[in-house]
């Protein structure tokens, strides 16, 4: 199963979910297809659309996805790669009225660079990122909390890092 979760920002992001079908209609997705699609509007004969997903059955969602489409929001971003999961983001753009400005360009190339995502950056590639997502294996993620909290606690301490 292929979850795409597009946020719940108030501009729609539409463009991503007509890749998607185009992918559909090209036979290039066989899978069942779930929307998280917040405000956008859609309809699809071949995908299944909410609007929001209750937290507990989106994350049940995650866990039982086979790959993870997403836009370049950081929370969602990370959810995939706390669950392990096969990512490929695309970033809501200005020029689009899909947000206010470019940052998830940003947030896209730094997972990518660190190598826990795969950017979708032109829409009309998502078929050969779809392709490389079946091999595709990412970094494992390694958290950084307690080395925080270590900083954290040495800070309130003595007053220095």
Request: net charge positive; hydrophobic share 40%; glycine share 6%.
């Amino acid at each position: 199963m292929i979850l795409v979760t597009l946020g719940t920002q108030d501009k729609s992001f539409v463009r991503l979910l007509e890749a998607i079908q185009k992918e559909i209609d090209k036979g290039n997705i066989k899978q069942k297809v779930v929307v998280q699609a917040g405000c956008t509007k859609f309809e699809s004969k071949d995908m299944e659309i909410f609007d929001l997903i209750p937290v507990n059955e989106f994350k049940a969602l995650i866990k039982k996805a086979d790959l993870l489409i997403t836009h370049g929001g950081v929370g969602s971003i990370m959810e995939g790669i706390m669950n392990h999961k096969t990512i490929i983001a695309a970033p809501r753009l200005k020029k689009y009225n899909e947000h206010v400005n470019d940052h998830q360009l940003e947030i896209i190339d730094t997972f990518s660079k660190m190598d826990y995502i795969l950017p979708l950056k032109d829409f009309d590639k998502l078929g050969e990122v779809l392709k490389k997502a079946t091999k595709y294996k990412s970094k494992e993620f390694k958290s950084n909390t307690n080395n925080m909290v270590k900083l954290i606690e040495k800070f309130i301490e003595d007053g220095e890092i």
